[in-house]
């Protein structure tokens, strides 16, 4: 009976053992953490992010469970930027994910922790990474390949508008990829005989003088995408509409936002995509060894009634090419 009471006494302290063991363990296994820089406002990303946390979820990575993310929002706010990678760097996160104009200032927080770029108008050509097949560093992601789709665009908005003679350019001027799709609008426009108008835009106060005063001017204004433009972007489509201007974006969601038209990568596609990124660094590959990719879905879309508002009939064969159309 004594032994049978030593044998038992030796088995509890032995659970007991392994059960501070194991929680001792637990402790020590870190959760990663995954640090979100919203460039723009929330709602604007609110789909993309959406996709992204999907993607996260089918390859095991649960908010709360097998993983944190923290989301900070810097509403198109340029100075924000570097105050929240700094947050970021200091709170020693796994990997970064962000997108457009944000990304110099996480590059220049750190050249340690992962970064991934879920949209990029011209990564290489803006510097983030060394090449697309071979990044190098700490920084990689997806292209929008926008530079590649502007002579489309103004295409589209001449068959649209075939009395179109003059376009406006909308670009952020402290934004270089933006200052650079300007210019390739510039030339893909001259090229159709069109002249050219680029509204040198620094803040949100340059905006409705620079949009009225394309009343009587210009039917069409082509819009050059970044984080600052994204935050005002109904004001944009706004200013337009009540100037006769239709706005040729690069995003469905855009479009959807009272825009005329749309046509480039589809961005939730990509943030879906970058799932796949984050999920390759969290498993040890380093962004120098994963390629930037392109994108796979291209959509046209259009916004009807806008064009109700400025009077403007879609060609049939232009409607017919559509992804979507709201009403």
């Not at 108008?121 to 920084?139: E, I, K, T």
């Amino acid at each position: 009976m004594r032994l049978a009471m030593k044998r038992r006494d030796f088995m509890a302290l032995v659970g007991a053992a392994l059960s501070r063991s194991l929680d001792a363990h637990a402790e020590q296994v870190k959760v990663p953490t995954i640090g979100i820089l919203g460039a723009g406002a929330e709602r604007s990303w609110a789909a993309s992010i959406s996709a992204f946390r999907q993607r996260l979820g089918e390859l095991g990575w649960i908010d709360g469970r097998t993983v944190t993310i923290v989301t900070r929002w810097a509403e198109g706010k340029s100075d924000r930027f570097a105050e929240i990678a700094a947050e970021f760097v200091q709170g020693n996160v796994d990997v970064i994910l962000t997108a457009g104009s944000a990304i110099p200032a996480v590059k220049q927080a750190t050249s340690t922790i992962p970064i991934v770029f879920a949209v990029a108008v011209d990564p290489l050509a803006s510097g983030f990474v060394a090449s697309l097949s071979r990044p190098g560093g700490n920084v990689t992601g997806l292209s929008l390949q926008s530079n590649e789709m502007v002579s489309k665009r103004v295409g589209l908005l001449r068959e649209i508008i075939p009395s179109l003679t003059r376009l406006a350019v909308l670009a952020n001027a402290g934004y270089l990829s933006a200052a650079h799709e300007a210019g390739t609008v510039e030339a893909a426009a001259r090229q159709l005989g069109l002249e050219v108008d680029v509204l040198d835009i620094r803040s949100t106060n340059d905006l409705a003088p620079a949009i009225e005063a394309l009343k009587g001017k210009t039917k069409a204004l082509y819009v050059c995408q970044d984080s600052f433009v994204v935050a005002n972007l109904a004001r944009i489509n706004g200013l337009a509409r009540e100037a006769g201007v239709a706005t040729m974006w690069g995003a469905r969601a855009f479009c959807k936002a009272d825009g005329f038209i749309s046509y480039g990568a589809d961005e939730a596609d990509l943030f879906r995509r970058a799932g796949d990124y984050v999920d390759k660094i969290l498993k040890g590959t380093k962004p120098a060894d994963i390629p930037v990719e392109q994108p796979t879905r291209i959509e046209l879309v259009l916004n009807l009634a806008t064009a109700r508002i400025l009077n403007l009939t879609i060609p049939p064969n232009v409607l017919a090419l559509a992804n979507d159309v709201f009403e």
